[in-house]
């Protein structure tokens, strides 16, 4: 990120702080409906300051690691089958878009029934959240493999496991981190989902707690820390692991 680029985002924020600012001294909004910038910020320091936001990230970082972990885990496998074999494709492969379609807040239920209101319900969520999306990346990743790569790995005599270890995995790593970023992406919002729900600690739970009271200075500043987080895991983690890859693989 350029020194340009980060200047435009802080001034954009600005501009946005402002605006909301104006709003509430206009008096539009109650600070009981919508609180200011000034309880929001309050709230915030007050959070991590006594440990409450620095224990529900704690959880929600442990659930999200093992969730995530096994979404990548699951996905890449199925995501193979798909790829190397016509008839599990032309099978299963349009179930796995009808369940990538299925939101993550629709899982909660199924996942409470099964695991009662515990973190395992919370991990459930989450893995379901990644594994489809990172199926299909993998799949296409293994379908997009140029085929002059393959025939002239088998010309030179390299065939069956060898040849895709040699051929098609460093030919399939730009589709794999796309889908490891879209993965994380997925199972951050389905974590949120089942938090929720939960009676564990996470942020998502501290956000229910926070309604529940009608704290809006906490409900805001949770969701602050929420979007903060996306963001800024996005684009410090994944997205420059994605270009890296794309510009070493020569795609940029």
């Known amino acids: 990120m350029t020194l340009n680029i980060l200047i435009k985002r802080i001034l954009f924020l600005v501009v946005v702080i402002g605006i909301w600012q104006l709003i509430f001294s206009a008096g539009v909004l ?60 032309e099978t299963a492969g349009m ?15 199924l996942a409470i029934m099964l695991f009662g209101f515990s973190e395992t319900a919370v991990i459930f969520v989450v893995v379901l959240g990644g594994t489809f999306v990172m199926a299909l990346n993998v799949r296409t990743a293994i379908q997009s493999v140029p085929p002059h790569f393959i025939r002239a790995a088998r010309t030179m005599g390299t065939n069956g496991i060898p040849l895709f270890f040699k051929v098609e995995v460093p030919s399939s ?8 970023r879209l ?10 989902a089942g938090e929720l729900l939960s009676n564990g600690p996470g942020l998502g ?39 890296n890859v794309r510009k070493r693989w020569g795609l940029s």
């Open 30 to 89: 109650e600070e009981i409906i919508f609180p200011s910038p000034a309880s929001v910020a309050s709230a915030l320091y007050t959070g991590f300051t006594t440990g409450d936001f620095v224990g529900a990230l704690g959880a929600s970082f442990k659930h999200l690691f093992i969730g995530l972990s096994m979404a990548i885990a699951f996905g890449t496998i199925i995501g193979v089958i798909l790829g190397k074999s016509k008839q599990a494709d």
């Open 95 to 109: 179930y796995l878009i009808a369940m990538q379609s299925i939101p993550s807040i629709v899982w909660v239920p």
């Open 173 to 180: 790593v730009p589709y794999f981190m796309s889908g490891l």
């Open 183 to 192: 993965a994380w992406a997925f199972s951050w919002r389905a974590l949120m």
């Open 205 to 243: 739970y501290s956000l229910a707690y926070a309604q529940d009271y009608a704290r809006m200075d906490q409900v805001v500043s949770i969701i602050v820390i929420i979007g903060v987080i996306g963001a800024f895991v996005d684009q410090l983690v994944f997205s420059k692991l994605e270009k």
